[in-house]
């Protein structure tokens, strides 16, 4: 059990630009969440995977979002046309059992947009 | 939105007392978990508490649940420079929403 990771920490970016996150959750995981969370909140919801498909969304999650999860195990969460109020950490978290489960997170990717 | 609401918002105590901290949150639950957050890093889980129990010990953290208040608390004892951390309460509620619902934390300074 490596835990789960995500590509990469940092990330600095011109507004306007696309950027592209990964994460790799606990392989036997079929549950994979994405949060933001920025300074001094807790984190946000944004979307939940079970396998590949794709059950929920925020209301957070702007049509400048999306987030893939092709084969069931690593997803990427994409945003396109950054602005600075994207500057955010984007957590990724996995769990492999019923609703409500203890969720595993990652360290994070940490979004700044200038 | 975020359902629960974590207090005190900071917390500074010295080494080797106990530290309380509260959550309230607003509709009915499955469960309510915490999680501590070490500065820029991940989540970690530390305890889970269904909605039928009043509460649960894990070491050195009892946790607490009333519903009928719908408030818990999460009680570390004889603290240690390494509980230095964020500490959020979530919860799941019953609706079709899979989600934790996180609050704000409680940022916890522990003092040498």
């Known amino acids: 059990d490596t835990g789960v990771s995500q590509d990469p920490r940092h990330k600095i970016t011109k507004r306007g630009q696309n950027v592209t996150f990964r994460c790799d959750p606990i392989s036997e995981h079929n549950r994979l969440y994405w949060y933001r969370q920025t300074l001094g909140q807790g984190p946000e919801f944004l979307t939940y995977?079970?396998?590949?498909?794709?059950?929920?969304k925020s209301r957070l999650l702007s049509d400048r979002f999306s987030a893939e999860r092709p084969k069931g195990s690593f997803s990427t969460l994409e945003i396109q046309r950054t602005e600075q109020g994207d500057s955010a950490m984007y957590l990724c978290?996995?769990?492999?059992?019923?609703?409500?489960?203890?969720?595993?997170f990652g360290n994070g990717t940490r979004l700044t947009v200038t | 939105s975020q359902q629960g609401e974590e207090d005190p918002q900071a917390l500074s105590i010295q080494e080797g007392e106990n530290a309380t901290m509260n959550c309230s949150y607003k509709?009915?639950?499955?469960?309510l978990q915490w999680y501590r957050q070490n500065s820029g890093r991940g989540l970690v889980h530390l305890i889970l508490i269904r909605s039928n129990e009043r509460e649960k010990h894990s070491g050195r953290l009892r946790v607490t649940l009333d519903t009928s208040k719908k408030s818990s608390s999460l009680l570390i004892t004889a603290s240690r420079a390494a509980d230095t951390a964020s500490y959020f309460c979530a919860t799941t509620s019953g609706g079709g929403a899979d989600g934790l619902t996180f609050g704000k934390g409680t940022h916890l300074i522990i003092q040498p």
């Open positions: 978290a996995s769990s492999d059992r019923t609703k409500g489960s203890p969720l595993h």
């Open positions: 509709t009915s639950i499955n469960n």
């Open positions: 995977f079970q396998n590949e498909a794709q059950l929920e």
